[in-house]
């Protein structure tokens, strides 16, 4: 009886010593953590513009991502009506939890990225793709149109498939020099199959994936129109 209260005793303790190393562990990591995550953030940013940074974005090293985006990269994070909100890093907006919240309550992400070849103007949005989200960067050019670069993400769309519009660097590489807008008004820029009729407005879909080009058309016509009223301030 007694040797199995021992046990029951040893068996508590040696429970509560794993819990606090454990905690002690990831309490130290999480610095090292939200380093790598922020370092990691910051180059899919730089993505969108990796044509006007001036050096290889693959071959910087963290510590010139992270000088880079201090140095040249701008913030303003504006509320669902496009007006800026004091307060707040940009860097700071997670999009996976503002699109949880109602979409009055929800603040968008602005950078301004100003370098050698010119000002750029990016944005961030969320979408739907085949089975689970999709998100993507859109750097515009200063007439706040004209779409400059575009890098896409994924969290679990089919390689060879709907994965390409990470792994093919042809895919995003055709928004380049697409327009949002036409004779002022708004239409986006659609991802089609079967051949582009406005080479302005849209882009080749991915073949094959047809539920993932069809996402990132919706992502961009709901997500980008988000960010129209804040352009519009900024033409003025």
């Given amino acids: 009886m007694h040797s199995n209260n021992y046990v029951t005793i040893y068996t508590v303790i040696m429970t509560l010593i794993v819990s606090v190393v454990l905690a002690v562990i990831v309490s130290g990591l999480k610095p090292i953590h939200d380093d790598n995550e922020a370092v990691f953030k910051k180059r899919e940013i730089f993505q969108a513009v990796k044509d ?104 679990a769309e089919t390689p060879g498939l709907g994965a390409e519009i990470t792994d093919n660097p042809s895919f995003p590489k055709q928004f380049q020099g697409k327009t949002i807008q036409d004779d002022g008004q708004y239409v986006s820029v659609a991802v089609v199959k079967g051949g582009i009729k406005k080479p302005s407005h849209q882009v080749d879909a991915i073949t094959g994936a047809t539920i993932t080009s069809n996402g990132v058309t919706e992502m961009l016509e709901r997500g980008l129109k988000v960010y129209l009223p804040y352009f519009e301030s900024l033409k003025k």
């Fill in 52 to 155: 006007y940074l001036g050096a290889d974005l693959d071959k910087m090293s963290d510590k010139e991502v992270l000088a880079l985006f201090d140095k040249n990269m701008q913030q303003v994070v504006i509320d669902a009506n496009g007006k800026p909100v004091e307060g707040v890093k940009a860097e700071n907006i997670d999009m996976a939890k503002e699109e949880k919240k109602p979409i009055a309550d929800r603040q968008y992400p602005v950078f301004t990225f100003v370098g050698e070849k010119g000002t750029y103007y990016l944005v961030s949005i969320r979408g739907n793709g085949l089975w689970d989200k999709i998100w993507s960067t859109i750097a515009f050019q200063d007439d706040f149109n004209t779409i400059a670069g575009v890098s896409f993400g994924h969290a």
